[in-house]
């Protein structure tokens, strides 16, 4: 079995800062791409950021120069750091990340349980 678990949110105003992060657990071999995404309510999830094994990073734009991805490959764990929020970044985040199971042949798609980041005075 394979879970990722996502950590850090909270409460914060606007134009504060806060810090998320996801672990992946389990017998895994090997994981690519991991990334963030966000749902508000009654909205659809949207992605956030991605970061690949080497690096690279991928920001939507209603993020981009906020929000920093980052990742720890021999913790398996990604990281993000948020800045300069605002109310509209009010969500539910989730944790993806693509992985190969150990004992499997392809790498499969899995998603945290959400931590809940909210923007208000």
């Known amino acids: 079995q394979v879970h990722l678990v996502e950590s850090g949110g909270g409460l914060v105003q606007p134009g504060g800062s806060l810090s998320l992060s996801c672990v992946a657990s389990?017998?895994?071999?090997?994981?690519?791409?991991m990334s963030w995404y966000r749902q508000a309510p009654g909205s659809q999830r949207e992605f956030i950021a991605s970061?690949?094994?080497?690096?690279?990073?991928n920001y939507a734009d209603s993020v981009q120069g906020r929000f920093t991805i980052s990742r720890a490959n021999d913790k398996n764990t990604i990281y993000l750091q948020m800045s300069g929020l605002k109310p509209d970044d009010t969500a539910v985040y989730y944790c993806?990340?693509?992985?190969?199971?150990?004992?499997?042949?392809?790498?499969?798609?899995?998603w945290g349980q959400g931590t809940q980041v909210a923007v208000s005075q």
């Open positions: 993806n990340a693509n992985i190969l199971p150990a004992g499997e042949m392809a790498f499969r798609n899995y």
């Open positions: 389990g017998r895994l071999l090997h994981i690519n791409t």
């Open positions: 970061i690949d094994g080497e690096g690279p990073a």
